[in-house]
Each structure stands twice: as C-alpha cells, then as structure tokens.
C-alpha cells in the first residue's frame, strides 16, 4: 500500500528530548544508578532521616488530603483534629455525586482539554517537523522566541485576551478557553516534538524522497506514525496543562463555561463554613485524571520536563 | 530489513507516483515547504501571545478601562506613579516568594534525591509517592493547604501546639507576618517533587565507577560528594534552579486562591498585583505600566534561560 507497511522497526525514542532546554546529559541505557555499591552505616542513616523529615513533608498533607475527604461532616469542626476519622464514610463523595453544577464544570473540563490537547498537536508536529528537518534563516531565533514565549506571565497576556475576546463576543466560550490554553500548550509541545522527530533519521527521510513520496506525504505516512509515542505524550501533556490552568478559565469564562479549578473555587471558597471534606473529596476527583495520564507518561518525563513544560 | 532494502522495494510499487509528482507543475522549493509548515503555528502564537503581550505594554502609556471604550495617551504618567507607588513593596515581596520557593524545593528534593539514589530499601516506590504533591493542580494544592494552616481547625496548629512551638493557635494566612511563610510552604510542596526528579536523573549519570576508584583511594563520602557528584550536576542543578525561579517570579495560582495577595497585601507579588489591578480595579494603564517594569526583569531571566538551552543544543 504505502511504503509505511515496509518499514523496519525503527527505534522507538525513549527519551525525547533530554537535549532541549540545556544541559541534561542524556542518561545512558541501563547504567549502573549513581549510588554506591557499599554504603556506610553514616551514609545509611542520613539517607533514612533525609527520607521520614521530607517525605513527611510530602506525604502528611496527602493523607490529610485522603483523611478529610472521608471523615463526617460534623467531626471535622473539632479542635485538636483526630488523626485518624473515628467512623469514615464516602458520605463526602456522595454528595458530590449529587452535585449537578460540579458536572458542569468536569465536562467543561475535559471538552476545553481535549481540544487543546487535539488543536496543540496538530500544529505543533508541523512546526516541530519544520524545526527538525529543515535549515533556513531565522529558525533558531524563532525556535527560542516559541521556547520563550511560554514563559511570558499570564496575568499580563489576560489584559488583552480579555479585551480582544470580548470585542469578537467570545468571552464565556469555549473558543476562548482553548485558544487561551494554546499560549503555554504550544510551545511546550513544539519543542517535545522536535526532541522525536530528531531521532527518526534523515535517511529514512531521505529513501522515501527518493522513491516519490511528496513531503507533505512523508510526514504523513512516515514521520507521523513513527512519532505516534511522541504525538501521544505531547498531547497527554497539553491535556494536563489545560486541565490544570485556573486563572484563563476564571477571568474569560462565567460559570455555563468554566472548567473545574476555578468552578471548585466559586463552589467552595468564600462561604461562611467551608464543606472541607466535600471540597478534600473534590480536590481528589479533579486529580485523578492528571495522575492516570502521568503514570502513562511516567517514560517521558524527564524529557518532556527539560523542554520547558511542566510548570508549576 | 534496512532503510535501503526498503528504499529499493517501495521504489518499484511506487513509480506511479513517483511520475505523477514529477509532473506537478510549480514546486515548492524546501524553504518555502518549512516555512508553509510553520504558518498555523506562527499565527496562533502570533495572535494569542505575541499581539497581546505587546498590546498589553502598550497600554502602560495610556489611561484606559476594563469596562470603558476609548483610551487617551498619558506618556510615562502611568510608569511614573506605578514607581513611586507599590513598586519596591511588590518587587521585595516577589522575590522573598520567589526566591522562598526555588531555595527550599531546592533543599529538599535535592536532598530526596540523594537519599533515594542510595540502595535504601523502597527507594523505588518512594520515588513514585513523592511525585504526588507535584501531580495535583495548582487550585487542589491551595485547598488542602487552605485547610492545613485553617485558624481554628487545621492541624498545623494542632501539630506545632502538640510540639509546643505556639501557645495560641494562629491565622496563618491572616495575618501579615505569617502570610508569605505560609503561602512560600505550600509553594514549596508543589515544586520539590519536580527539583527532585530533575535531580535524581542527573545523579543517575555520575558514572559508579568514578566513585568506585575514588573510594579506593580513600576518599570518603563528603569529599566524594563535593568533587565528584556536585561538579557532573552542574549543568542540571543550573537548569532547574533557573526554571523554577523564572516560573515562580510570576506565579499565580497558589497564592491568589490561598490569600489573595492579602492580608493588606502582605503576599501581593507581581502576578497578582497586575491581575487585581486590571480585573479588580480596571485600571488597564496602571496594569500595564506594572506589567512593562515586571517584563524587563523577567525578560532578563528568560534570556539568561535561553542562552544556557542554546548550549545544550548543537543544532
């Protein structure tokens, strides 16, 4: 059929783009970890103290996060508070369940994420390819200007989306959100593109050219499907960024339109009793989709970090 | 198979197109076809990013509204009062958060990193778990710390009271003096996760056998740690201490959920100073005037960024 049904197997890239965004060695296959083989009893202990203190640090909240979320609504107004729930209950979560609003807010969510995800993809593999394969005038400047442009604040670029959505009736929509989103989701995913489509080689490239394949059709029926991982990756992690985002969805969006974070804010903040474990119960459901999609990207991650992209 | 048996085969099924695109009249030359794939790109960037940052510096010169049309040009008026105004306050304020939350996540995964670079056991696992407070959104790591430095349920007074570090339970959020500490913590609770596996990828390529050799001849741990480890995570340390100050000096998120820049402004920082003023107080020019003197500091972090990434980049 296509020249694509032949090919070897070529190297999946396994670690993108350890390159971008500086000086990150790439770690070699299978190496021996950096630690020592013999380790002495001084360095033993200082290892296990450095892991209860900061590993305390990291996990106590998260078991807070869990206990709220399970304990009656009438106990969590005690002082001191119990460590552990006396009778948990899913009570938290149920209610919920019942909250018709909150769906609201989860299917704005996942439509506003996933078309950011789809719509970053899409014009990024271009430019990524662009950046990759080609040498002109002006693509280095212009590949560190995309790289830079991420980290204009977002505070500020609001001061003209707002006006500018509004002056086209776009404010509340979800057109607004996701070209808002593609801001911080497009660089991100032009520069870990980029990092995989450097490690298909030229010649493969090459051999197609040379056998009639139009460019645009190499990039479709070889470069593509070759970067499938990449392509997967790179939108998981526009998805997440989108999911995350809070202050687009709070200032271009009313509540018909607002995705979760700031919905989670409008429905639970500033009353005169916080529904702290409906809102610890909330907080767990809203993370749960970035943890799935980062456990399917746990392979990518450090390369996908160095382009720039996780911000916090 | 190899790329030339490939080559070789596919030539033959494909002479039929091969001939067809001959005859396409008027090629692209490849300059033109890069630059054709780069267009949907440059135009959204162009528009979304490129156009309104400017736009918005732009409106440092000028007395405009959110809500009002029209705007009249003012000069430098805006800069001006902006300078003698909030300037310094926010300018010490943001860096304390900033430079709060790039130190201590520093410290901290840094020190995860090593601790779990070592063969303890469940090093694996705990790896996993730390990565947790770095997955929740930004709004679920202001709630649960909302509720953690809560004034007169959260278990953080409960904690320091059982260890007899306070006497009285506080308002950590709201008061002035607590604030910033309080909003720096939960900062720092999001980030260490990140610095920790940036970290722990870098350790993972000091070669074993350069400590093997140097332990033989006697050097102990410290003096391993300090000539050999330290100097190969240059380049990595550098990285990420840069990246999180550039994310950090315009963070948003935790500390407009968490006190809104207040109490009395005592964690106002850049970002939320430029967000209160133009969605709060729709004053359009003053934001932008803050803005244009937020942009010339960032602007010289990003290009320091830039510069380190093109080293790290040969082509």
Known sequence: MSATTQLPATPTPSTPSSRVGGGTPRPPQRLRRGGLRSERPGVRIAAWATVIVCGGFGLLPVYWLLATSLTPRDQVFAYPPRFFPAAPTLDAFASLAANEQLFGYLRNSVIVSVITAVLSVLVSAYMGYSFSKFRYRGRRSLMYLVLASQMFPQALLLVTLYSVFSAYNLLNTYTALVLSFTTFTLPLCVWMLKGFFDTIPDELIEAARVDGASRLRIIHSIVLPLAAPGLIAAGLFAFVRGWNDFVFALTLAGPEKQTLPPGLVNTFIGEASTAWPELMAASLVVSLPVAIAFIALQKYLVGGLTAGAVKG | ?315
Not at chain 2, 115 to 143: H, Q, Y
Request: charged residues 10%; hydrophobic residues 55%; glycine residues 10%.
């Open chain 2, 1 to 315: 198979m190899t790329h030339r048996d490939v080559a070789m085969s596919s030539s033959q099924t494909h002479t039929l197109e091969h001939r067809k695109s001959q005859t396409t009249p008027r090629r692209l030359s490849d300059g033109q076809f890069a630059v054709l794939l780069l267009l949907p790109g440059v135009a959204l960037l162009a528009g979304v990013v490129l156009y309104p940052l400017i736009a918005a510096l732009v409106t440092a010169f000028f007395e405009q509204s959110l809500v009002l049309p029209g705007r009249t040009f003012v000069g430098l008026q805006n800069v001006v009062e902006v300078l003698q105004g909030d300037f310094l306050r926010l300018l010490r304020q943001t860096m304390v958060f900033t430079l709060g939350t790039t130190i201590l996540p520093f410290v901290i995964g840094f020190a995860l990193a090593l601790a779990l670079n070592t063969r303890i056991r469940g090093a694996k696992v705990l790896r996993g778990l730390m990565l947790i407070p770095w997955l929740v959104p930004g709004v679920v790591v202001s709630f649960l710390w909302m509720w953690i430095f809560n004034a007169n349920y959260g278990v953080m007074n409960a904690l320091l009271q059982g260890l007899g570090l306070v006497d009285d339970p506080q308002a950590w959020l709201a008061q002035p003096g607590t604030a910033m500490g309080a909003v720096i913590l939960a900062k720092t609770w999001q980030s260490f996760p990140w610095m920790m596996v940036m970290l722990l990828a870098g350790l993972q390529t000091v070669p074993v056998e350069l400590h093997e050799a140097a332990e033989m001849d006697g050097a102990g741990t410290v003096r391993r740690f300090f000539s050999i480890t330290l100097p190969h995570l240059k380049g990595i340390v550098g990285l990420v201490v840069l990246l999180e100050f550039i994310w950090n000096f315009q963070h948003f998120d935790i500390i407009y959920v968490l006190t809104g820049g207040g109490p009395a402004g005592a964690t106002q920082t850049f970002a939320t100073a430029v967000y209160e003023t133009a969605f709060q107080g729709y004053d359009l020019g003053k934001a932008g005037a803050l803005g244009l003197l937020w942009m010339v500091l960032l602007m010289a972090l990003v290009v320091v960024y830039v510069r380190f990434s093109e080293k790290g980049e040969e082509r």
